[in-house]
């Protein structure tokens, strides 16, 4: 248990439907990530929040949508995805911003299935 | 932008065996670097880390790193592999605020 909770761990979505994914961190961190973990490419950082502000998108199409409300939760919204999104959705958390040296701890994933 | 290069995707290994995983960085200057593990079914955790001084690092479970400014390179080692080792080995290197990642080594051990 890292202290990071993701849920769902599983989700299956046709591409009309409206879906979240929800990340808490109980570690106190100030920073916040999104990653997508596809087969055989390297783990994509999708967005940053550096205490509570987005300060990275990283060229994600507008499907996808953050949400930060406050330094424990992180959400990520979606809506009309393409089969080709269909990954695992990281969430990360780190103490004393993103630009710190601090390490990420990570969560256990969503695995995204898009029909 | 940096990026991250794991040469090998997929390394099959007997017990008691040495272990080196490659792991290279694209540009210089002052870089923080990881190693993560992510065991069969669990979360990514951090195995070890560099940011300064001492360029061999010493991770949890007997693995350690290299840190090789000269040939940008921060090779993954442990001297007798385990069963429980199997896992998928991702190096990353901290670009300002990003964890950039490589594609990741997956390790199988055989009894």
């Known amino acids: 248990e890292t202290g990071v909770t993701q849920t769902p761990r599983h989700l299956v979505m046709g591409m009309t439907n409206k879906k979240s994914l929800k990340c808490e961190q109980h570690?106190?961190?100030?920073?916040m990530y999104w990653y997508k973990q596809s087969a055989k490419k390297p783990l994509e950082l999708m967005f940053v929040?550096?205490?509570?502000?987005?300060?990275e998108n990283n060229s994600v199409p507008s499907r996808f949508s953050p949400e930060c409300p406050n330094s424990s939760h992180l959400f990520l919204h979606l809506h009309t995805l393409q089969p080709e999104d269909s990954a695992l959705y990281l969430c990360?958390?780190?103490?004393?911003?993103?630009?710190?040296?601090?390490?990420?701890?990570f969560g256990p994933g969503t695995r995204l299935l898009v029909l | 932008a940096q990026s991250v290069s794991q040469h090998n995707h997929h390394v099959i290994l007997s017990e008691a065996a040495s272990l080196e995983l490659g792991c290279n960085y694209s540009y210089g200057g002052t870089v923080n670097l990881f190693w993560y593990v992510q065991y069969p079914g669990q979360h990514l955790q951090l195995l070890l880390k560099y940011f300064s001084g001492d360029p061999l690092v010493k991770g949890i479970k007997g693995f350690e790193a290299e840190f090789i400014k000269s040939k940008f390179s921060f090779n993954l080692r442990k001297p007798s592999v385990q069963w429980s080792d199997t896992a998928e080995y991702f190096c990353?290197?901290?670009?300002?605020?990003?964890?950039?990642f490589g594609t990741g080594t997956r390790l199988q051990v055989f009894p």
């Open positions: 570690l106190g961190h100030n920073a």
């Open positions: 929040y550096n205490f509570k502000e987005q300060t």
């Open positions: 990353a290197v901290k670009d300002t605020d990003k964890l950039i």
């Open positions: 990360a958390s780190s103490q004393g911003g993103a630009g710190s040296q601090e390490t990420q701890y």
